[in-house]
């Protein structure tokens, strides 16, 4: 049997007021405006043994819960196992999300039903359009575009890597591209419209170069990297990134190889990550300065306490509150009064860890390997040393979320990521251990397909 594979799409672009997700607290963030839909996007594939599906939505975020219920559907119109259907999501900050993040954008239920039955649709009927294909992949390195925005001269992974997948006359059915950075380019340029990003315009280049042809996006571990601030001062330059990515790829693909498309192979697993409980003077310190300054109305100071930690640029809190201290200090307030509500429910009693899901896919020498978390970069390039093949995308904010996994130096320092991170998602924080112990589950599950 020839491998097959089909590609599908549909829209989740929303057709009532829901809120953005991201960006700051309790913003109301209500979209006023369409500046390009949100799709979600399913590519399945068949070889004689494996069945498996990717399925990538234009969300900020996705929980659990959204993934099961893709699956379970899925599983049943198709007989895809459910454990082989990746869902991921494409991280962009002008759309709402599915399992949303505390005070940043409320979750709409009926949207969230409808998006996860959209995702449902575009894969089953990727299934029934399945065709002849062959596959081919292309790496090469997109430098100069990101960085990393966590410390002075920080790594990041300009790792861009194509999958090519074409019909029996060599025309292009779609493509899968994988690269890492922040989708915020055009948030503040745009900050109430709804929009794909830089995953979208990504995909609209290619299928404008490749007629017929569908892209799909896979968000890589960018935790720590965002595309340089520049370009979004204007419009202009906030189309630079996505159109020197889909040349770069373009580019790539002249010395693209070809991938046996009959050796597919999915696994996933369940990780136990450690995370430390947080101390009752942790939480006691938040909620008492939060309390404190609603009591008092009080504005002094705050850049230096709440500020430092909640938001890595303080300056661009107010502004995103029009400019008004006095609208962004107590917002800040409010999330420490409400995510301390939340922990101090059961802080005592829960587990130190935290388990959660990664799930690897191969296709010959070119593998996906993903987790539900905000990577940090030096993370991701250890999986990739510990990998042993040429070409490999990492797909985060995959099957779940579980906030920001920083590294030890993060931890060390009780950075944004390390300390604020957790509150969001209702968890305790991770350790400096948390991230080594995903770069060694992840690396063996990749080198044991």
């Known amino acids: 049997m020839k491998p097959q594979a089909g590609v599908a799409r549909s829209s989740i672009t929303p057709t009532k007021p829901v809120e953005l997700t991201g960006w700051g607290y309790y913003l109301e963030r209500f979209w006023l405006d369409i500046h390009d839909g949100l799709n979600a996007t399913a590519i399945v594939l068949e070889s004689v043994e494996t ?10 975020v996705i929980s659990s819960e959204f993934t099961h219920q893709i699956r379970t559907e899925v599983s049943d119109a198709t007989n895809i196992p459910a454990a082989n259907i990746l869902v991921t999501a494409t991280h962009t900050h002008n759309a709402p999300a599915s ?17 996860a039955e959209q995702a449902i649709a575009a894969t089953v009927n990727a299934w029934k359009s399945r065709e002849p294909v062959s596959l081919s992949i292309a790496t090469t390195n997109a430098a100069d575009l990101t960085f990393n925005r966590t410390r002075p001269a920080g790594p990041i992974d300009p790792t861009l890597t194509t999958l090519q997948i074409q019909r029996a006359d060599d025309s292009t059915l779609a493509f899968v591209v ?21 995953p979208g315009e990504v995909c609209d280049h290619l299928e404008k170069v490749f007629p017929g042809s569908t892209t799909l996006y896979l968000q890589g571990a960018c935790g720590d990297v965002n595309f340089h601030r520049f370009y979004g001062d204007s419009e202009s330059s906030a189309a630079i990134p996505a159109r020197s990515l889909c040349l770069a790829a373009i580019e790539s693909l002249c010395n693209r190889e070809s991938l046996d498309a009959s050796l597919l192979a999915v696994r996933a697993e369940t990780v136990k990550l450690p995370t430390r409980r947080w101390t ?23 850049k230096e306490t709440i500020g430092r930690v909640m938001t890595t640029r303080p300056h661009e809190m107010v502004e995103r509150h029009g400019g008004d201290e006095r ?11 409400e995510w301390t509500d939340q922990m101090l429910v059961d802080f005592e009693s829960r587990p130190e860890w935290l388990e959660t899901e990664i799930q690897a896919m191969r296709m010959g020498e070119f593998g996906i390997i993903s987790n539900s978390s905000e990577f940090f970069t030096s ?12 070409h490999m995308m990492l797909a985060c904010y995959s099957n779940g979320r579980i906030g920001y996994l920083p590294d030890a130096y993060d931890v060390e320092r009780k950075t944004y990521a390390a300390y604020q991170s957790p509150k969001y998602c209702n968890q305790f924080p991770f350790t400096e251990e948390s991230g080594p112990v995903m770069v060694a589950a992840m690396s063996d599950l990749m080198n044991s397909l």
């Open 280 to 302: 009752f003077d942790e939480i006691q310190s938040d909620r008492g300065e939060a309390e404190q300054r609603l009591r008092d109305c009080d504005l002094s100071g705050w």
């Open 99 to 115: 399992g949303g993040l505390l005070g940043v954008g409320e979750v709409d239920p009926d949207y969230e039903k409808w998006a």
């Open 327 to 337: 609208k962004a200090v107590p917002a800040m307030c409010r999330f420490n009064v």
């Open 379 to 390: 993370l991701a390039l250890e999986v990739r040393e510990r990998v042993h093949l040429p």
């Open 178 to 198: 994988g690269f890492q950075g922040h989708p915020t380019i055009t948030t503040k340029l745009r900050p109430y419209s709804i929009s794909r990003d830089l």
């Open 51 to 60: 069945r498996l599906a990717i399925v990538s939505v234009d969300l900020m």
